[in-house]
């Protein structure tokens, strides 16, 4: 598969500690940090959940944030995050210049809209490129963008502002599956314990399979829901490998 990511990225980093007092100075839990994990997120993260796949995409990125989740390590439970922006400075903004994207099996965009993928990247891509374009968009306005695969959870699909909506729009719901042309399709049923980068794990998986299997959109659902059940699984982003997927 020879595939070209495009999107914003972000560092997140999980800082673990305990809660075992209340503030003398305020109502509020006074957090002892323990430990620090860095991980890459946003499109970095369905870079890593392609490359668990056995995937190596060509990319384009920018980091724009920094995010913080402060997490509990007894409970494993996520009590506070801090979202801190990172300058903007130096954005190309002409992703696709020198890009021969004819050249891909299919062009995926992680479109956090932090600003590195605009709607007339999207157009020109689309009006170049003769292969599938997957798009996983936080964007409210999405009728002009035609003739592509559009990923988005059902928060966002409630939110949009757009009329006519994408024609093949795949909407996640987290345990009640995912909705496309208008069916259902149920996902497994596991114990969540972090829902962070399960979308990103979707979106890689979806891909994956849908080449894989020449272009079957049914199976490839299926597929991405079980790759996005084994993530919720896990504690922060993870990409899980195909035979944690299958097996």
């Not at 009590?79 to 954005?91: F, H, K, S, W």
Request: contains cysteine; hydrophobic residues 35%.
């Amino acid at each position: 598969m020879k595939i070209l990511l495009l999107g914003d990225s972000c560092y997140d980093y999980y800082h673990y500690g305990e809660v075992n007092r209340i503030s003398p100075e305020a109502p509020i839990p006074i957090f002892d940090h323990v430990y620090t994990k860095k991980k890459l997120g946003m499109m970095s993260n369905v870079l890593e959940n392609f490359r668990s796949l056995g995937v190596n995409p060509d990319y384009q990125t920018y980091f724009f944030e920094n995010k913080n989740r402060y997490i509990d390590v007894k409970s494993k439970q996520q009590l506070l995050r801090v979202d801190q922006r990172i300058e903007e400075e130096g954005i190309d903004t002409i992703i696709y210049d020198g890009v021969q994207f004819n050249e891909y099996d299919a062009i995926v965009i992680s479109d956090y809209d932090k600003g590195f993928v605009s709607y007339d990247d999207i157009k020109r891509i689309r009006q170049e490129f003769k292969g599938p374009v997957f798009i996983d968009t936080k964007k409210k306005y999405l009728a002009d963008i035609g003739n592509c695969f559009v990923k988005i959870n059902q928060y966002e699909h409630k939110n949009l502002i757009s009329e006519p909506k994408p024609e093949n729009l795949i909407v996640t719901r987290g345990d009640d599956g995912a909705v496309w042309n208008n069916v259902l399709y149920f996902s497994p049923r596991v114990e969540a314990h972090d829902v962070c980068g399960a979308g990103d794990t979707f979106l890689a998986a979806l891909v994956f399979e849908y080449l894989r299997k020449d272009c079957d959109m049914e199976s490839a659902i299926l597929f991405a829901m079980k790759a996005a059940a084994v993530t919720v699984q896990k504690i922060g982003v993870y990409a899980p490998t195909l035979k944690e997927i299958e097996g």
